[in-house]
């Protein structure tokens, strides 16, 4: 391991899922140069999603968030590499895909739908100690 060899959690959240985006999200991973290290798809249920989102409690979209993360199977995945935290985050682009780069995820391929929570495809993990946190909620088995 070098020194920033890193591991951060990547969501491939419902709406990609439905839109048949799996292939798409993990292709740009890997062609990034990232590793999968552990792959899932999963049913979230509202315990798992209130741990994982628990930093958004109370705020105006957590209800919708938790409702819309329930609303169909996810895919969860480990993504390495040298700076991945970043790097991902960087992919996915900004949360509001109306105004996320063209070139990132978010900006390429999703968009404003309407609806009380944003719909954005993917979740990253933000920070060494989410990921760290983020990885033991998913893959509590990697422990
Ligand atoms: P991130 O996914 O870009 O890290 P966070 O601020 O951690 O964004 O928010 C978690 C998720 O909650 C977002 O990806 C998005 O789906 C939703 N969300 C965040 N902020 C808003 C908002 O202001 N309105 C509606 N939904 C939001
Ligand atoms: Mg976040």
Same mark, same amino acid.
């Given at each position: ?8 959690l /990547?969501l491939? =959240?419902?709406d990609?899922?439905? %839109?048949r @985006? ?7 991973? !890997?062609? +990034?140069?990232?590793?999968? /290290?552990a792959? =899932?798809?999963?049913?979230?249920? %509202?315990? @798992? ?5 628990g930093?958004? !409690?109370? +705020? ?10 329930s ?54 993990s ?5 990921a ?12």
């Amino acid at each position: 391991m070098t020194a920033n060899r890193q591991r951060t959690l /990547v969501l491939i =959240k419902p709406d990609g899922v439905k %839109r048949r @985006l799996i292939g798409e999200v993990i292709a740009r991973i !890997e062609r +990034k140069g990232y590793s999968v /290290v552990a792959l =899932k798809m999963l049913d979230a249920d %509202r315990a @798992l999603l209130a741990r994982h989102y628990g930093e958004h !409690e109370g +705020k105006h979209f957590y209800e919708p968030l938790l409702e819309f993360m329930s609303s169909g199977p996810i895919v969860a995945l480990i993504a390495e590499g040298e700076r991945v935290i970043e790097g991902f985050r960087t992919m996915a682009g900004v949360t509001d895909p109306t105004v996320a780069d063209p070139g990132s995820i978010r900006g390429d391929l999703a968009r404003d739908q309407g609806t009380k929570v944003v719909q954005n495809l993917v979740h990253g993990s933000d920070s060494e100690e989410s990921a760290i946190r983020e990885i033991a909620i998913f893959f509590p088995e990697l422990a």
